[in-house]
């Protein structure tokens, strides 16, 4: 069980019900999305036309990797904060999710997660999120420079959680553009609810390789406050040094 969290109280709350009709989140889950737990409406509802944030911070009570021959693929992608080769118990980590426009003009959601592995040595996972009305649901780019990309598959659970899935990868850099073959890619299935007892978001991710089998996971609990924010507020050190308009 992981260390106790003292809840965060929110800064400029929100209503706990997705205000924006323009979610990204909203947009792929279409009805489904009024099923989610009101909280977890709140935390995926962020968009640059809700005006708020969610900044979340928790423990991980497990931080995990697989064999030793996992570790070369998990130090390549350390260099692009998608994975790294890490592993403890009771972690603290932040996750900062902001919502503005880039560059082509897509409202994007930041889904950077940052990790204190061990003390003064941080980790970091990048992503950024957008709506495609032509591949119909939330794209996630991967990493600074959002070589990577990949559909997610969403669906609501009978208990009002979120299980996100993450499909094929593709790469896109400059002219080159190519499906990352199974052998060198992993799939993530991350799973998010909400804990009423002891008022925490509660998460779980596992990436698995289809013929090396597991790759990375964790699981731990998270509060979060919900900053009112305009577009132009994110960070920069959360937005991607490269934008990829390739979906």
């Known amino acids: 069980m992981s260390p106790d969290i003292s809840p965060v109280a929110?800064?400029?709350?929100?209503?706990?019900?997705?205000?924006?009709?323009?979610?990204?989140?909203?947009?792929?889950?279409?009805?489904?999305?009024?099923?989610?737990?009101?909280?977890?409406?709140?935390?995926?509802?962020?968009?640059?036309?809700?005006?708020?944030?969610?900044?979340?911070?928790?423990?991980?009570?497990?931080?995990?990797?697989?064999?030793?021959?996992?570790?070369?693929?998990l130090k390549l992608g350390a260099f692009r904060n998608i994975l790294f080769p890490d592993s403890g118990t009771n972690v603290p980590f932040t996750i900062e999710n902001y919502p503005y426009v880039d560059g082509f003009g897509r409202p994007t959601v930041t889904f950077a997660r940052?990790?204190?592995?061990?003390?003064?040595?941080?980790?970091?996972?990048?992503?950024?999120?957008?709506?495609?009305?032509?591949?119909?649901?939330?794209?996630?780019?991967?990493?600074?420079?959002?070589?990577?990309?990949?559909d997610l598959q969403l669906a609501v659970r009978e208990d009002g959680s979120l299980h996100l899935r993450s499909t094929e990868l593709r790469f896109s850099e400059g002219r080159i553009r190519?499906?990352?073959?199974?052998?060198?890619?992993?799939?993530?299935?991350?799973?998010?609810?909400?804990?009423?007892?002891?008022?925490?978001?509660?998460?779980?991710?596992?990436?698995?390789?289809?013929?090396?089998?597991?790759?990375?996971?964790?699981?731990?609990e998270f509060s979060c406050e919900f900053p009112a924010v305009a577009a132009a507020d994110v960070p920069a050190r959360l937005k991607p040094r490269r934008e990829e308009i390739r979906e």
């Not at 931080?63 to 570790?71: Q, Y």
């Not at 003064?120 to 992503?127: T, Y």
Request: with cysteine.
């Open 10 to 73: 929110p800064n400029n709350p929100v209503p706990p019900t997705d205000m924006s009709p323009r979610s990204i989140f909203r947009q792929a889950l279409g009805p489904e999305f009024d099923r989610l737990h009101p909280m977890l409406q709140r935390r995926f509802g962020v968009d640059p036309a809700a005006g708020y944030a969610c900044i979340g911070h928790g423990v991980f009570a497990e931080v995990r990797r697989g064999a030793w021959w996992t570790v070369p693929f």
């Open 114 to 150: 940052t990790l204190e592995v061990r003390p003064g040595k941080l980790r970091r996972f990048d992503a950024t999120m957008v709506f495609s009305p032509e591949r119909g649901g939330v794209v996630d780019y991967l990493g600074t420079h959002q070589h990577l990309a990949t």
């Open 178 to 220: 190519f499906t990352v073959p199974r052998l060198f890619s992993g799939s993530a299935d991350l799973y998010e609810s909400w804990n009423e007892d002891r008022q925490r978001f509660s998460i779980q991710l596992q990436v698995r390789n289809p013929i090396f089998g597991f790759l990375f996971g964790y699981r731990g």
